[in-house]
């Protein structure tokens, strides 16, 4: 237990989810076992000791907006609804805590909201998430929070501009300090198309690495695949795409077995795509400025109200067209492939990007990237056309 | 809104409905919970004593449009294995039951002559049954159909087969553990209910986003809506994932892999006979499949077990074997696992051809059938070869075998109903990869994952949910759909305490019968024996010392001593 305490602090640095040495990580086996800083392992304990669950992590994000859109929001909101298709699916909403609800016995307070959500921010404190079944499940709720806040937190900037002491500040560190230029400069690709099974797995492997080093995902969400002849190799569900060796499923196209009943939910979604484009290479991310900006919508009094599913339009982001869509068994798997062959990628409504290879990974991980670079530069274009204040523009965010 | 039981005393033939105590609802829900709590006077009755219940219990999601909650649970003691034992199933009975103003209906004493207990909004009835005595089920049911949904028994329960089955006129079974034996021995043919009423739902708002949240999951979820899931292939669509992990036990669990199963897989079945969705009542997974015939069609334990374990590929005989079992009224994973194991000790696994007869020997007591209808522990200590029952408690193990997931194994043990893959559930992480992966070779956790799995899951069967809906959902969300069903503060952490306290609740009842940690353990084979490794997968005999320090960490993190026993013997008196 203690091997996976490590590995998941060790993560969450990797991923710049959190401030360095600040993360407690709690896990009860039949002993109480907590690592990493004092002050967070012991809360981390504390909350756990209240709840049925494996584990507990506490951590101050390495950005502040989670407590920013805790601080923002009135006094009598008790929760932050995520934005975001995907995290919102698995989330609901994320309860907050404020630092007056902390002041008598602070475990106990997040305990009581955690009892009932996966996540909450307690202001002071930052964002502490439980695993109900395994340790990993707190750090992949804990990741979910923060990419809901910090996908949230963007469009809230752009909407209303800064509206507390040192937002502006924090935000200007964040885009020339914390923001990286994004690039596939130093990755090393298979030109394809490849036949050889090993070879595959090789290169997915590569590929779903490369996707969450370059920050296009957060570890535990997204999917990769590669079609040979008959097979589509395609990573299973509750997979992290930097973890895929043993877990990558071959499926046949004719479903003649059901051994991937473990794939990925976008199976369908990648075989449609393969059908309707020819391409071998299919990767999946959540960037997160790509997600953002897909939920900005120029179109006024608009009669759809459930955006993210219904939305039949095709919009574009530049060159890249944006659909909506449920995830899974929903609509995502019927309005891609349509749109994505042509541009080579396509972004679902709030959720992440599709990025396809005719015969390779480096095609389809360039247009991902490219993708969000774009969305990067047109996010600071209309916040800096704004000056930080908020919005007057026809554009407005969905956030049904 | 007061809810109520039937109590039905079959020696007299009183009968009267009765107001469930509002605070043993909160602190037990319904289904096995209410079903549990009903037993505490007598639990350690004989499973045949005139005085044992039968309890038929709903719960407080079923009527609602909540997904897959129109389920009931039927608890009793099990004459199979002498624990405290539930079963629950879907189909329409539910619902009807519900929908005629019942929360449960708690059966006791012995008829003097067969009957039929017909239910209704405006009353309950009990019928003469002796021209449908010795009767099918397929025979009963059709006989009743005029009453609404039927549970009945088959000739295996009235001939108290120990492992006879209580089946619903829609095709689902009250399986494993031998109630329809205890059925028969109070000469109780067929249950039927009828009502009318509709459920109200206290904060419809409230209810609405939790079942579109339910749906959602539902939807992302590739094990239940995906393309190769149940929804589109039943059960059965796990036949190829075991066969690909090297854990699909094969001849009395000797080896982990059959090379004939593609034969009866999921895509199989629907090629050779046209499998169509069927769904229990207000469930949108529909996973049970029909053939174009209309007959049942069997579910993945059951290919699995009248396939590998006895070696047979034949998918038209696994499916007659099925369609025997179901108008026997017999449990098909204990059916096949018992002929398996006297398949071993006698140097032969049946041939296709002899199974049939075999079950109905079985079902009537004939012959050879008469000592098999015992189950597979008795058969093998009758034999001379207690270790050919691959049992746990006198239950048969279903078709996950514990080599290839250890967390299944630590599980099989600590079911307080024995061999049963369904009260933890780790197949669902170990294998299914939901709600997450974990580490299917390792104990590593697997105590605490357990113990947290099995509460959880006796909260879900008193919901009364079904356990595929978390291959998707969550407590959270089903603690959603019952605050908005009943206007009551509920929360999964509050869920899992109510499932807690029914687990200890059982627990505690078999200890009062006799179980120690002795009962927890898995048979000596999985030990000693490997399984079918291979294709890079090895599959090791189980380390029994590891296994057994997990199992002491488990008692810990339960309260229990480290020989599993109760630190005292006040526990009932401190539960509601």
């Known amino acids: 237990m203690r091997s996976l305490i490590a590995k998941y602090a060790g993560k ?32 981390a304990a504390d909350v756990l000791s209240h709840l049925s669950c494996l584990g507990v992590v506490a951590a101050s994000p390495s950005l502040p907006f989670a407590e920013f859109l805790l601080r923002r ?11 975001d298709t995907e995290t919102r699916t698995f989330l609901h909403d994320i309860p907050i805590v404020r630092r007056e609800e902390l002041a008598g016995n602070p475990a106990r307070a997040i305990a009581a909201l955690l009892s009932n959500r996966k996540g909450v921010i307690a202001e002071g404190v930052g964002i502490v998430a439980s695993g109900p079944v395994t ?133 369908l979604a990648h075989r449609r795509i393969c059908e309707a484009t020819g391409a071998r290479a299919i990767l999946h991310g959540h960037p997160k400025f790509a997600v953002a900006m897909s939920m900005l919508c120029d179109v006024k009094d608009c009669p759809v109200k459930d955006c993210w599913k219904d939305c039949t339009r095709v919009r574009m982001l530049g060159d890249t067209p944006v659909v909506a869509g449920e995830i899974g068994a929903g609509g995502l798997a019927v309005r891609v492939p349509p749109v994505i062959g042509g541009p080579g990628k396509a972004i679902v409504y709030g959720h992440g990007v599709f990025a396809i290879g005719r015969d390779g990974f480096g095609e389809a991980f360039r247009s991902m990237v490219d993708v969000e670079n774009l969305c990067r530069e047109e996010y600071f274009r209309r916040l800096d056309a704004r000056g930080g204040h908020p919005s007057t523009s026809v554009s407005h965010i969905h956030s049904r | ?39 505490r006077e007598r639990h350690t009755l004989s499973p ?5 219940p039968v309890v038929f219990a709903v719960g407080p999601l079923c009527g609602t449009p909540a997904p897959t909650s129109a389920r009931i649970e039927v608890v009793s003691r099990s004459p199979l294995t002498g624990t405290v034992y539930d079963c629950s199933a879907g189909g329409r009975f539910a619902w009807r039951l519900r929908a005629a103003g019942l929360l449960a209906i708690l059966v006791e004493g012995n008829s003097p002559r ?17 021209e449908l005595w010795t009767k099918g089920v397929g025979e009963t049911v059709s006989a009743l159909s005029g009453r609404g949904s039927v549970a009945a028994i088959g000739p295996a329960g009235e001939n108290g087969v120990l492992f006879s089955s209580v089946m619903m006129g829609e095709g689902n079974a009250v399986g494993r553990g031998g109630l329809g034996a205890v059925l028969g021995r109070k000469n109780l043919k067929a249950v039927t209910v009828d009502g009318d009423r509709t459920v109200p739902v206290a904060d419809r708002v409230r209810f609405d986003r939790a079942r579109a949240d339910v749906l959602r999951l539902f939807r992302a979820s590739p094990v239940i809506f995906g393309e190769l899931g149940i929804s589109e292939y039943g059960t059965p669509a796990l036949v190829d994932l075991m066969r690909q992990r090297r854990m699909a036990p094969t001849e009395n669990f000797r080896r982990t892999v059959f090379h004939g199963s593609s034969c009866y897989s999921g895509p199989a079945i629907r090629a050779a006979y046209g499998a169509k969705k069927e769904g229990c009542f207000g469930c949108p997974i529909r996973c049970k499949k029909r053939a174009s015939d209309g007959r049942s069609l069997p579910e993945y334990e059951t290919v699995s077990h009248f396939g590998a374990l006895n070696g047979i590929s034949d998918l038209h005989a696994i499916v007659r074997s099925n369609d025997a079992c179901n108008d026997l009224g017999m449990d098909t994973i204990s059916a096949a696992a018992t002929l398996s194991a006297w398949g071993e000790a006698r140097g032969r696994f049946p041939s296709p051809e002899e199974i049939g007869p075999l079950l109905h020997d079985i079902a ?44 299944m194994a630590l599980a099989y043990v600590t079911s307080n109903r024995g061999g049963c893959h369904l009260r933890a559930y780790p197949i669902s992480h170990e294998i299914l990869r939901k709600p997450v992966a974990s580490d299917r070779f390792t104990f590593s956790g697997k105590a605490r994952m357990i113990k947290i799995a099995e509460d959880t899951n006796a909260a879900v069967d008193s ?86 320090e997990e199992l002491t960490k488990y008692y810990r993190i339960r309260g229990l001593r480290d020989d599993g026993s109760f630190p005292d013997d006040g526990f009932l008196g401190r539960q509601p």
């Open chain 2, 114 to 130: 067969p009957v039929v207990l017909a239910v209704t909004s405006a009353g309950e009835e009990l019928l003469p049954a002796e």
């Open chain 2, 463 to 548: 919901l009364v949910a079904c356990k595929f809906a978390f291959f998707g959902a969550s407590l959270e969300e089903y603690a959603e759909l019952l605050a908005g069903a009943t206007g009551e503060h509920h929360t999964p952490q509050s869920l899992k305490e109510i499932g807690e306290r029914i687990w200890l609740t059982e627990r505690f009842y078999n200890a009062r019968n006799g179980f120690t940690r002795a009962d927890d353990d898995l048979p000596a084979r999985f030990f000693t024996e490997a399984g079918s490794s291979g294709e890079g997968i090895d599959i090791p005999p189980i380390d029994r010392a590891r296994f057994g």
């Open chain 1, 73 to 83: 929001a009135n006094p009598d909101v008790k929760t932050i609804v995520p934005l």
């Open chain 1, 12 to 43: 969450m640095e990797r991923d710049r989810s959190v401030v360095p040495g600040r993360a407690g990580i709690a896990a009860q086996d039949d002993v109480m076992l907590s690592e990493g800083a004092p002050d967070l392992s012991r809360l």
């Open chain 1, 135 to 267: 340790l990993e499940q707190a750090y992949i709720n804990y990741s979910s929070v923060f990419h809901a806040c910090y996908v949230k937190y963007l469009l809230e900037v752009l909407r209303e501009g800064f509206l507390l002491p040192g937002e502006g500040e924090a935000f200007r560190a964040f885009r020339e300090t914390f923001l990286r230029p994004l690039t596939a400069e130093g990755l090393s690709f298979r030109a394809g198309p490849l036949d050889d099974p090993g070879e595959v797995l090789s290169e997915i492997r590569a590929a779903g690495r490369y996707t969450v080093e370059r920050g296009l995902v957060d570890s535990f969400f997204g999917n990769i695949s590669y079609r040979v002849g008959g097979t589509i190799f395609i990573s299973q569900t509750a997979a992290s795409l930097d973890e895929l060796a043993g877990c990558v499923d071959p499926v046949p196209t004719d479903n003649r077995s059901t051994t991937g009943i473990t794939a990925s939910s976008e199976l």
């Open chain 2, 364 to 407: 009537h007591r004939r012959g050879e059938g008469d000592l098999l209808a015992e189950g597979s522990r008795r058969v093998a200590e009758a034999l001379g070869k207690p270790g050919l029952s691959m049992s746990v408690k006198s239950l048969e193990l279903p078709a996950y075998d514990p080599r290839g997931a250890y967390g």
């Open chain 2, 1 to 39: 809104m007061p809810e109520h039981m039937l109590v039905v005393d079959l020696s007299s033939g009183w009968m009267r409905r009765e107001e469930i105590p509002p605070e043993l609802l909160r602190a037990y829900l319904g289904g096995r919970g209410l079903g549990v709590r009903l037993l």
């Open chain 2, 48 to 52: 045949f004593d005139p005085a044992m």
